[in-house]
């Protein structure tokens, strides 16, 4: 239902997209969302965007990462701009919701690693 793709290995300071995608089904219902998990910490939302077009952010990321979503392809992107080591993490996208946090729905796609080093 929901498939990431686009990690991989980037110096700090560069950029980095990520694509999710997403059924037809969970298009046309859920919000669409992006979460990160370094390791030794808790999962965490990143950002979160609406069939609106309505978008959330971490505040660990706001004004480095854009949020998007292409109906006609069924996908949605993360644009990662001055990325940091600390942005190192596995990213997942899934459905989500916003209540000062982002949060999970309930559809999980796999994984893909997000490595910033130089």
């Known amino acids: 239902q929901l498939q990431a793709s686009g990690g991989g290995l980037v110096q700090p300071g560069g950029p980095l997209r990520l694509s999710c995608a997403a059924s037809?089904?969970?298009?046309?219902?859920?919000?669409i969302g992006w979460f990160r998990q370094a390791p030794g910490k808790e999962r965490e939302g990143v950002s979160c965007?609406?069939?609106?077009?309505?978008?959330h952010y971490a505040d660990s990321v706001k004004g480095r990462f854009t949020i998007s979503r292409n109906n006609a392809k069924n996908t949605v992107y993360l644009q990662m701009n001055s990325l940091k080591p600390e942005d190192t993490a596995v990213y997942y996208c899934?459905?989500?919701?916003?209540?000062?946090?982002?949060?999970?729905?309930?559809?999980w796609g796999q994984g893909t690693q997000v490595t910033v080093s130089s």
């Open positions: 899934a459905t989500c919701g916003y209540n000062d946090i982002i949060y999970s729905t309930g559809y």
């Open positions: 037809q089904f969970i298009l046309d219902y859920y919000a």
């Open positions: 965007i609406s069939g609106r077009d309505s978008t």
